[in-house]
């Protein structure tokens, strides 16, 4: 046929003679299984997702919850620089035994809207076992450190590896402890008060994650009577061990020194936390944060009016996730029916001047993250917000 006569039948609607009919591709063609994938570009693809979504992940096969308890996905996300702060919350129910962890995730069945952040706290995906109610937290790097013991006293030391959320024990405390207090300082855990021996040797003592070891430190002049019968509380700043009881110190770990608190006043504080480097403390629902230069309080710029009142809370914590500001803090509802606890949760994004005499905070959302029901819960038990990275 001549090529005159080829395009003749086509434009004429007939079939040129060497054409074919092509099948079509079947849906099951079409598909392609995530688990089909190489095994190495599909990790490469999970280690890009933020961990906020690991647990809704984690119900799509068998296959992805191996992947996301591997030891080579967290290598790969340290790799690839996707190393993040989560946030997890640790609850002490009245009369129950154990310790409760949780963590933040994003809600794998509602999309964020004016009414909703999209967050919630959800338990960790089934730990080997619950620890007893601790007398102090403490998170380091991917680890959770929880010390001691509540009712009775303990000096056992538990850990939570927060990447693969497994536990393991840690070389126990030189002495047992109840109500201690423990803060990170430069890498270390610094663990005070709350033995049974008001003059123990070992009142103060550290603990290196890096060599797994336990030294005492010297401890600071304070009545021994008074020891134990006061709350105490501390924070690391600054290289330096902060420890406010019945008097008010600081310890110098390169000096091996105590030195009474001069330059700063710490009465009321209901919560206070370091944030990037900054020292930050919320007093009758406003946040201040400390001017070294000045030597003097001065008011987070920005978040006053935004969130809702605090007056009515019974805890309130604030935590450095990744240099913002985050904050919880619990209500008691009874109102229309529902009576139980509802825990808030507000992520502050923090800018300083230029000049250094100001910060301004953002809200970046606020919303209630967890609901406990009961009303047994106007007795909860304590609560406590760590920042781990992942």
């Not at 126990?172 to 430069?186: G, P, Y």
């Not at 091996?256 to 330059?263: E, G, L, R, S």
Request: aromatic residues 12%; hydrophobic residues 35%; proline residues 6%.
């Amino acid at each position: 046929m001549s090529s005159e006569a080829k395009l003749s039948a086509a434009t004429n609607g007939a079939k040129p003679p060497c054409s074919r009919k092509k099948k079509k591709p079947s849906p099951a063609s079409e598909r392609t299984s995530l688990s089909s994938l190489p095994y190495e570009l599909l990790l490469n693809c999970i280690a890009r997702i933020s961990i906020l979504y690991y647990p809704t992940l984690s119900l799509v096969s068998k296959s992805f919850r191996s992947i996301l308890s591997s030891p080579e996905l967290y290598r790969t996300r340290s790799r690839l620089n996707r190393t993040e702060s989560c946030l997890y919350l640790t609850l002490h129910y009245p009369l129950d035994p154990d310790t409760y962890l949780l963590t933040l995730c994003r809600k794998p069945d509602r999309t964020v809207t004016n009414e909703s952040s999209g967050y919630q706290f959800i338990p960790i995906p089934s730990p080997s076992f619950h620890p007893a109610p601790p007398s102090s937290i403490v998170a380091v790097g991917s680890s959770i450190y929880i010390t001691g013991g509540y009712l009775p006293s303990s000096s056992r030391v538990s850990v939570l590896d927060c990447r693969f959320n497994t536990w393991h024990q840690a070389p126990s405390m030189r002495v047992k402890r109840s109500n201690s207090t423990a803060s990170l300082v430069d890498g270390k855990i610094y663990v005070a008060g709350g033995c049974e021996d008001e003059s123990s040797s070992n009142w103060v003592e550290v603990f290196d994650p890096k060599t797994q070891t336990w030294e005492n430190v010297r401890t600071p002049e304070m009545d021994t009577r008074k020891r134990n019968n006061v709350e105490l509380k501390s924070f690391g700043f600054g290289g330096k061990f902060y420890l406010m009881g019945d008097s008010y110190v600081v310890y110098n770990p390169e000096e091996a020194t105590w030195k009474p608190i001069v330059d700063m006043s710490f009465a009321g504080f209901i919560s206070y936390g370091v944030i990037d480097e900054v020292l930050f403390f919320l007093k009758h629902g406003v946040f201040r944060w400390y001017d070294y230069k000045a030597s003097l309080w001065k008011k987070l710029n920005g978040v006053e009016g935004v969130l809702p009142d605090f007056y009515l809370c019974r805890y309130c914590k604030m935590v450095d996730l990744g240099g913002n500001m985050v904050v919880l803090w619990d209500v008691y509802v009874d109102f229309d029916g529902y009576r139980g606890t509802v825990i808030w949760c507000a992520e502050i994004a923090l800018e300083r001047c230029d000049d250094g005499d100001e910060i301004w905070g953002k809200v970046e959302w606020f919303d209630v993250v967890l609901r406990v029901n009961g009303s047994w819960t106007r007795s909860l038990f304590d609560a406590d917000v760590h920042s781990a990275s992942v």
